[in-house]
């Protein structure tokens, strides 16, 4: 039973419950684990399962919130959701969160609902705003890139955004790497430095250090936030011995049953091993992983309980690896 009035723990920011690293050239710390509300959301998904967790997650000192103008199902309900729990529950506490949002992807039919240009960025983040019962949002991403609209245009769009005080700072997610460059220097020059760059990185998808989008971040003085750290549950516990009915490769929405092959599942189970001989979960070892590489400001984590999320948060005390231990985590890999 979840209490009606939510009063958050006196020790959420206490030694060791949480860690903060500093967001690139900037003024905003962010804790080590984010939550993002991409999945277990939506509207049909129990509004008292998304508030127990939504309260987990801030008690335990996590103050930065992802959304997206399309996450759900249906588009706007996880947006939807969290302006509800944020008007029962964390109104008092809106200068304790940083909250994010973002518009790129379809989200309203006919050819102002998706992409990057000016008309549907502000008209986006006016709706993200109702729906969260916000005045503003911490910070408004441009959540891919549009190969048709000027990328002036898109940016532009940011910096005026930034401007009129409906987010904090402006962020970019997924830009390959030449257009990201060039982005980086247009907001510079604007004064609306890139707060954060937000890209896929785990140890099954590195293609953001291969493709040098991570040190680039790093030379620009703009954090990097990871998502899908556990590859969507693919580096867990979840599939060691089937596909659950309540997992999201049951759902197959956006990771399907048939990609978890016996091969994936044989490489889990050694990465299962080598994350018992480190004393951790699998999903532990594997956001300690990428939070082990210290250009990395924060991970996006998502779960569908308070129990994988508080499994999850452990992963902080214990993010160094020996030489020895990449290695079987490599070899596993393949
Ligand atoms: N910018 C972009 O384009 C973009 C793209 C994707 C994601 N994102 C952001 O990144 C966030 C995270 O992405 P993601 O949801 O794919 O993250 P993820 O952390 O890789 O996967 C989350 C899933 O893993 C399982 N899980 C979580 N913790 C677990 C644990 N301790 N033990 C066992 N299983 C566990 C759950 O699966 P079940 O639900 O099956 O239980 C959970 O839904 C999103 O919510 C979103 O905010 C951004």
Redesign the pocket.
């Known amino acids: 039973m979840i209490p009606p009035v939510y009063s958050p723990a006196d020790e959420r920011y206490s030694d060791g419950n949480m860690s903060y690293r500093r967001c690139g050239r900037s003024g905003i710390l962010l804790p080590e684990i984010s939550l993002?509300?991409?999945?277990?959301f939506g509207a049909g998904d129990p509004l008292s399962r998304s508030r127990e967790i939504l309260r987990y997650a801030f008690d335990h000192g996590i103050t930065h919130f992802?959304?997206?103008n399309n996450?759900g199902p249906p588009y706007g309900s996880a947006e939807q959701t969290f302006g509800e729990i944020f008007r029962t529950d964390f109104r008092p506490y809106r200068d304790e969160m940083f909250i994010s949002t973002?518009a790129g992807y379809d989200m309203w039919p006919g050819p102002y609902g998706n992409w990057g240009s000016r008309k549907y960025l502000m008209a986006s983040l006016d709706q993200s705003l109702r729906r969260m019962n916000l005045d503003y949002v911490d910070i408004f991403?441009i959540?891919?890139f549009d190969p048709e609209t000027p990328i002036e245009e898109t940016l532009q769009a940011l910096v005026d955004i930034v401007r009129s005080g409906k987010a904090l700072y402006a962020g970019i997610?997924?830009w390959p790497l030449e257009a990201t460059k060039l982005a980086f220097e247009y907001l510079d020059r604007r004064d609306t430095h890139c707060l954060l760059f937000?890209?896929?990185l785990?140890m099954l998808d590195r293609s953001s250090v291969y493709s040098g989008i991570l040190e680039e971040t790093q030379q620009a003085g703009v954090g990097f936030i990871a998502?899908?750290?556990?590859?969507?549950?693919l580096?867990?516990?979840?599939y060691l011995h089937g596909v659950?009915s309540?997992?999201?490769?049951a759902q197959g929405r956006f990771l399907k049953a048939d990609t978890i092959t016996p091969e994936i599942i044989r490489r889990t189970r050694e990465l299962n091993d080598i994350a018992e001989s480190r004393r951790q979960?699998l999903?532990?070892m594997a956001i300690s992983w990428v939070l082990a590489d210290k250009r990395v400001t924060s991970v996006?984590?998502?779960?569908?309980?308070i129990?994988?999320?508080a499994?999850?948060i452990c992963a902080i005390k214990h993010t160094d690896f020996t030489q020895e231990e990449l290695a079987l985590i490599d070899n596993a890999i393949g």
């Open positions: 993002g509300l991409w999945h277990n992802d959304l997206a996450y973002k991403y959540h891919r997610s997924r937000q890209d896929r785990n998502f899908s750290p556990l590859a969507q549950g580096l867990t516990n979840r659950p309540d997992s999201r490769a979960s999903a532990q996006i984590a998502g779960c569908s309980s129990n994988q999320l499994d999850t």
